[in-house]
């Protein structure tokens, strides 16, 4: 009796436990401990924070048009200390969300046998979403930073720059799917970290904000998606060095100015 008993009042536990699918981080686990906790952490903040500007701000304005979007690239090339910034706030941070994360991956860490049907499909979503989006931000900020104009010295040439590429099939349907694993890798890392730190608690708490959660990725890729087709609508502009005077769009009406 005492058995039988004790089998069937940690049963439901177990079921409970099966049922919310996600481990909180613990402590007392050494470094594994604090470097999950840097993992999750840098997911949201910088990386996800750097991911929402650039989408839901920088991107969008594009849809205002060439100059709008020229502005903006301005004022973040012309932000104090703007090296460090991009250094400690995106590319080092970035690195580290990433490697740290495909190490997870590669381990297995993931506890996906705790996890229910559904939450099995979220955890493989997000480790895939993951790489990809990861494939999606090195090719993006490589041609837009580090190939071809400089545009923190050229900004009126960024709308043409990405033009070039979006111009091309292949990498406009790189530039989709990429922007939409990113979108839900950010918006389901959210519930992720705030159910792992406790800060959502409770199977309904959790459900209610997944609804949230979802609803924040369609934003996201919404709104990028928007930008994207902005960049394919608008005529191809010209974006070399000494040509940044036929970048606005009041000189994108000029047959003459339009590239070829």
Known sequence: MFVASAASSTAPRAVRNKVQ???PLRAGQGTSFLLRRL???TGIVPVGAFLFEHILVSNSTAISGPDAYARQVS???N???VFFLELFGIWLP???HALYGFYIWYRGDGNTLEYPWSGNWMYT???WTGGIAFAYIIWHTWTMRFTGIDLHAYPNASFGK???EVFQPALFIFYGVGLIAASWHFAYGIWLFSAKWGIVSGEKARKRFLIVCIAFFFLLSGVGLASLFTFRSRPQLLFEPGTTAMQSSQAAGSPGRLAE
């Open 21 to 23: 699918g996600v481990a």
């Open 39 to 41: 993992h999750s952490l």
């Open 75 to 77: 004022f973040l090339a």
């Open 79 to 81: 932000l104090p200390l």
């Open 94 to 96: 970035i690195s580290f």
């Open 125 to 127: 979503a997000q480790r």
């Open 162 to 164: 990405v033009q070039q």
